[in-house]
């Protein structure tokens, strides 16, 4: 499945809308990407003056009446999602014959950020927001279903929000056979057409793995994983306990939920060996948890 990422820093590119169309109030300044499904574009809202990104779904599927269906369930679901880490879905209309999302605009994807350095304390300051942010969606009974670095956007001030809901449901236990997702981080319940919430634990948990060893294991998982022990570098032992519980290819293995997980990411006070650096816990959920230097 191919990514609409949701960033500011792409290089322009030929695209069916120039540089300087006027979509509504909105003036398109590049494109950030494209997919079999739509085409993403960073432009300015000339009336709010701020920088925003659009998804634009291709003409033919907005002809589709079923298309049509999918991209309204899209938008409902994130306009109820209303929490700091899930990327917040500022409009939705049609602009003449096209059909736009608008969305805040971020710096960059995860997946572009993991290709450069970065220090144990922010990769769990990321990964403490990303658990909260997937435990609100299942709070909420949505069920993700393509969890990836792709879908993680990165803001100022080490924000990290959730992002493309186009798979996403809403958890009912009925579920049409489908293998919709992302190979690689699919659970393999999911490949056999039945996601559920551990599904969604289950590529959480590869991606937070990804994160910390720089190694995405291949299922069916073979020991030793790949990176693991880079992945214990630095990491207390009750995160590691975690991530591989997470990853565990039996789903009743797994947390029922990313809530559960969540719960259980709140016990560690520490989550780095250097225990120097502790964990701050919001007064509840949407509040925001990182780590701290320790007073």
Known sequence: ???????????????????????????IQKRL??????TVYAAFDTIEGRHVAIKIPDDRYVSNS?????????????????????????????AGDRFLMVFPLGEESLADRMCRR????????????MVDAVAFAHENRVLHRDIKPENFILFPDQEIRLTDFGLARIESGMHDVSAS?????????????????????????????????????????EAPLPGYNRLRRGVSSDLIAIIRKAIDPSPRKRFRDAVAMNNALAKIRYPLSDRSVAQRVGAGRGTRRSTRQAA
């Open 181 to 221: 997702g992302t190979l690689g981080y699919m659970s393999p319940e999911q490949a056999m057409g039945h996601p559920s919430f551990r599904s969604d634990v289950f590529s959480l948990g590869l991606v937070l793995y990804r994160m910390l060893s720089g190694e995405l294991p291949e299922y069916p998982f």
């Open 118 to 129: 970065m220090s144990r304390a922010l990769i769990v300051d990321y990964l403490i927001q």
């Open 1 to 27: 499945m191919t990514t609409l990422r949701i960033f500011s820093n792409q290089s322009a590119s030929q695209s069916n809308l120039r540089v300087g169309a006027r979509l509504d109030k909105y003036r």
């Open 33 to 38: 990407g494209e997919g079999g499904f739509a």
């Open 66 to 94: 079923q298309s049509l269906d999918d991209l309204q369930r899209e938008v409902r679901i994130m306009a109820r999602l209303d929490h700091p880490g899930v990327l917040q879905l500022k409009n939705a209309q049609f």
